[in-house]
């Protein structure tokens, strides 16, 4: 049986441009409707409440149940063709959704069939998201990672930008319904797109014969035996736990503080989404050969800078100008976080590892938002961003000045280092057949 060690290099997968634009493609309209939704149920929770605690039971059910079954996802991930669970867990979202908008037709309104809705879709997630994410470097040259990875960053932006946008107009105009029949319709056009993708199942998922159980087991060892995806899970969960959950709570601030009209929140997501467009503009260009690690720490502490801004500002449009520039670290920190573990981890276990990657961030959201939320009905939402801030700061720090973070770090800079020197020379790349001395794979 043949396997791929770390850094090893790989065949050139055959049309692979081919395959990228239809799964980018795909991943666009499926990724659009889902944000739209996003961004309308949970400005529903918040005009409709203003409650720091409601807020965080919204983001629990939109992240713990994905926490919960990631782990679960990612085995699956590792075992069956990862195109195909894709599909059937878009189709389940899609689903659940029309059904949720068939109820809210007839009158059903009630706040937790929403969250109810909310978090099977994210039970949804918890399955595709893994999957998603190990299907990249099946279909992209190796040394295309960074920048797929960045164009896929770059096009998240985008929708990021456009689905508000499109949710305060028809959130505004017409009610929450209608979002969810947009989010069906998207989904429908991803699935046929990611249909014609071609996705070729590892030749050891294929003769697998270990149980579920046991891939389970091994995924946490191997995560254990790997101090660089150690190190970026550690980090991975103190940003979330300390700034993007407080994230979270900003459009409360701004309903509290500013106004609760719908455009003051659609302009905030606007501004940090028009901030994540220009940075995966950035990282997918002229910052696509830079430090894997290096774009990380520094992303890790603007966040943190910015985090305080927030919790500062007095003023509408200070306050989105640091939102844009906390937008604009977003692909800083995750074009390069995703690609190095691509680099890092077996293909055969990437699917386990990235149900990790999903657990650190589905589990640490809602976690954090159980303390900021609750907290933001007792002290001002600005005093818990500057909080936050201080802390990102100084736990990131010690994160790594620790022997096994400098470790980490000179890993991940000569995994880097490896990977580029394995690099084909220019004019090599296309969309040609799989070249010798690859893993092996069967459609």
Do not use: C
């Amino acid at each position: 049986m043949s396997e791929i060690s770390p850094g090893a290099t790989a065949s050139t997968p055959a049309h692979w441009r081919r395959n990228v634009g239809l799964f980018l493609g795909g991943q666009t309209v499926s990724l659009f409707g889902s944000m739209i939704v996003q961004y309308a149920v949970m400005w529903y929770v918040t005009f409709e409440t203003r409650s720091g605690l409601m807020v965080a039971l919204y983001a629990v059910a939109a992240f713990l149940p994905q926490g919960i079954v990631s782990i679960f996802g990612g085995v699956l991930a590792d075992r069956m063709n990862r195109r195909v669970l894709v599909m059937l867990s878009d189709g389940t979202i899609a689903a659940v959704t029309l059904v949720l908008a068939l109820l809210m037709l007839n009158g059903v309104t009630d706040l937790w069939i929403i969250l109810l809705a909310v978090g099977v879709r994210s039970v949804g997630a918890g399955f595709q998201t893994p999957a998603v994410q190990a299907m990249i470097p099946q279909i992209a040259p190796p040394e295309q990672l960074m920048r797929v990875n960045g164009v896929f960053q770059t096009i998240q932006s985008a929708m990021a930008l456009l689905a508000p946008a499109a949710a305060g107009v028809v959130f505004g105009a017409f009610g929450i319904v209608p979002v969810f029949f947009i989010d069906v319709v998207t989904a429908g056009i991803g699935i046929l797109m990611l249909a014609f993708v071609a996705v070729p199942t590892l030749t050891r998922v294929a003769e697998k014969a270990t149980s579920y159980r046991e891939d389970l087991v091994e995924g946490m060892r191997y995560i254990a035996r790997q101090q660089v995806v150690r190190w970026l899970l550690l980090v991975f969960a103190i940003l979330f736990l300390l700034t993007v959950a407080p994230s979270f709570i900003t459009p409360l601030m701004v309903a509290r503080t500013f106004g609760p009209e719908v455009w003051m929140v659609t302009v905030l997501e606007i501004a940090f989404s028009v901030g994540m467009l220009l940075g995966g503009v950035l990282v997918s260009t002229v910052l696509a050969k830079r430090s894997r690690i290096g774009l990380i720490l520094v992303a890790s502490f603007g966040f943190a800078v910015f985090t305080i801004g927030l919790g500062l500002s007095t003023n509408l449009v200070v306050f989105y100008a640091f939102m844009f520039a906390f937008g604009m670290l977003v692909p800083l920190f995750s074009a390069p976080f995703m690609t190095l573990v691509q680099e890092t981890v077996q293909p055969e276990m990437q699917g386990r590892v990235f149900s990790y990657v999903s657990i650190v961030m589905a589990l640490a959201t809602p976690v954090g938002m159980l303390v900021f939320g609750p907290l933001a009905d007792v002290v001002t939402v600005q005093t818990l961003l500057v909080l936050a801030g201080i802390a990102t700061v100084l736990v990131i720090v010690v994160a790594v000045l620790l022997p096994s973070g400098r470790a980490a770090i000179r890993a991940a800079q000569e995994a880097q280092t490896a990977q580029a020197a394995q690099q084909p020379s220019p004019g090599t790349m296309g969309d040609g057949p799989a070249t010798p001395g690859a893993a092996p794979m069967v459609p």
